[in-house]
């Protein structure tokens, strides 16, 4: 097999070895965007009058995020549905910045830990 390969049969691949291989790491993160940990994030309490791409949401208002539509939107993701790590790594292997990524949320509750 391909991982016989590239380690040796019976021994097993170390965080270090992980953490080197870019396309490892671009796999992880496109599971991440696909399959969610926590899809709908909140609840969050706006804290003023606010107005967001035309929408007027009132002070009080709760809010709920979907981490799937933010993670599946076609505006950012070319083919959001499809399995592409490469979409996280640029021609020369190395990984893109993930700024549009938000595993557990956004601001000082991004964090669950």
């Not at 107005?51 to 950012?76: C, D, E």
Request: charged share 25%.
């Amino acid at each position: 097999s391909i991982l016989d390969e590239i380690q040796p049969p019976g021994t097993y691949i170390t965080a270090e070895q992980i953490l080197r291989n870019r396309y490892v790491e671009a796999v992880l993160l496109e599971t991440k965007r696909l399959n969610h940990v926590a899809p709908i994030l909140g609840p969050r309490r706006v804290l003023r009058n606010t107005n967001l791409n035309g929408y007027s949401i009132p002070k009080n208002t709760t809010l709920l995020m979907s981490l799937y539509s933010v993670h599946h939107n076609p505006l950012k993701w070319d083919d959001p549905e499809v399995f592409r790590p490469e979409r996280f790594m640029d021609t020369n292997g190395k990984l893109n910045t993930i700024e549009d990524m938000y595993f557990f949320g956004f601001g000082k509750r991004r964090c669950p830990g």
